[in-house]
């Protein structure tokens, strides 16, 4: 399981190499989300349905939050590794290890007490509203879980190795898939069936995980890593982190909204966005992948002060991952209907969620600039215009956007899908000022 090296030789070689697994990663990972919806589909009411994918996006609040944060430690990490300072990376992993541990038990006691208000502020289906709990009662009860099952893998991304956090993926994907079809199709569970299999496979992951860190050594020596709050350590990871986190936050919310506002339109549409979110988890995954190469790419050269390295590596990786987004865009525009019936044979639905793809569908060429200029930023730690931009669109451009878009006499989830493409062009917009900004001041030799 050989890291990246981000160091030295091609830079897109290296950045392919450590991308691909990370892009593999992330299509397991939207799979076995999807199951859960595919499975439903096939044997359960479009209630059920509707249920998933509301408790899918509100559950997304908690994982991407505490994913952002942990990103924090995937660049810290990083940095240490291109330093050379490998005690300073464990102490780094240690540190991160505790701090989530504390994070995800206060974080679910609270989840769960207020779970009714959360749903109740998603303006859910009344015919809906019970296996939405249910779906995300179970899901909140295994936060601990989920949160080691993605701390691991920010670790490992930061030592650059993306190929063992693929390995886990794929474990839990192919326990959760034979999950769902066991508990929702053989027990007929339901949505506590899909809960449940979601959970389970994660832990089964994460214990699979621990085992073979143990055993195996790259950049650091797991079985050697001491769990503590090492203050410097600590200070550079939420330095990092809590920016992101709090920035991630705010888009999930404004996400959230937008889900309040679809579910309003009525239940038909509500299934259709909850199919429609699972189908975009795919249609995002090449920026996605790129965000997180560039972020590791840029942390290990910018511990090595590998300044030149840096500009060529996001310059390149803005226009590959441009040149494959198009074609996203195309599948996606033209095939969103024939991917929608995979999860439902409902012909209203399907519609819907086509239409809700088709606005969307504009996003996937303007994205990866915006996922790029996000990791170079992140990768040099300069994390506060990354909160600045996440902030201001979602509370000035997206959730503005959607309300508008869906208060047209006529209007479908086309309308309200086109509220993410509008607010991509505006963060373009803001990195590329912040940039040249930075540039003019000389904030970074980094950046551009």
């Known amino acids: 399981m050989a890291k990246a090296d981000f160091l030295h030789g091609s830079v897109i070689h290296g950045l392919l190499n450590f991308m691909v697994p990370v892009l593999g990663a992330l299509l397991l990972q939207a799979a076995y989300g999807a199951a859960d919806v595919f499975v439903i589909g096939m044997f359960c009411d479009a209630a059920s349905l509707s249920g998933v994918g509301t408790g ?161 050594k790259f950049g650091i020596d797991f079985a050697r890593i001491r ?26 919310v404004s996400f959230l909204v ?29 920026p996605s992948a790129l965000m997180q190469s560039v972020s590791a790419f840029v942390a290990q050269n910018f511990g090595a002060q590998n ?29 969103g209907g024939l991917m929608s019936r995979a999860f439902t044979s409902d012909p209203a639905v399907i519609r819907a969620s086509h239409l809700y793809i088709q606005g969307f569908s504009f996003d996937c060429i303007l994205t990866c600039y915006l996922f790029a200029s996000i990791g170079l930023l992140n990768g040099t730690g300069h994390t506060f215009p990354v909160l600045m931009q996440g902030v201001t669109s979602a509370i000035i451009v997206r959730i503005p956007s959607a309300l508008l878009l869906s208060s047209i006499a006529g209007a479908t989830l086309f309308h309200v899908g086109l509220a993410a493409p509008i607010t991509t062009v505006y963060g373009i917009v803001f990195f590329w000022v912040t940039i040249v900004i930075m540039k003019r001041r000389k904030t970074e030799k980094a950046l551009l």
């Open 307 to 335: 300044y030149a390295r840096i500009k060529e590596g996001y310059r390149k990786s803005i226009f590959a991952g441009t040149v494959f987004c198009t074609g996203v865009f195309l599948i996606s525009y033209f095939g």
């Open 258 to 286: 937008m889900n309040a506002i679809i579910n309003a339109m009525g239940l038909i549409e509500s299934a259709g966005y909850g199919v429609a979110q699972k189908l975009i988890a795919f249609v995002m995954l090449i």
């Open 227 to 252: 769990l503590g709050f090492y203050p410097e350590e600590m200070k550079k990871i939420l330095k990092i982190g809590i920016p992101l986190m709090v920035e991630e936050l705010t888009v999930e």
């Open 56 to 216: 899918s996006v509100a559950m997304n609040i908690v994982i991407f939050g505490l994913v952002s944060l942990a990103m924090g430690s995937t660049v810290v990490i990083g940095q240490h590794i291109g330093e050379g300072a490998q005690d300073k990376a464990a102490d780094a992993a240690g540190a991160t290890i505790a701090l989530f541990a504390i994070i995800s038990v206060i974080g679910t006691i609270l989840i769960e007490i207020f779970t009714p208000e959360i749903l109740h502020l998603l303006r859910v289906p009344a015919e809906a509203f019970e296996k939405t709990e249910i779906y995300f009662r179970i899901c909140v009860g295994g936060t601990v879980v989920i949160t080691a099952y993605n701390v691991i893998s920010c670790i490992m991304r930061g030592l650059g190795n993306s190929k063992l956090p693929f390995l886990f993926v794929l474990i839990a994907c192919v326990v959760n898939i034979a999950g769902d079809f066991i508990l929702i199709g053989g027990f007929g569970m339901d949505v506590a069936g899909a809960a449940i299999a979601t959970v389970f496979s994660q832990l089964v992951s994460v214990v699979v995980s621990v085992i073979v860190l143990r055993k195996v």
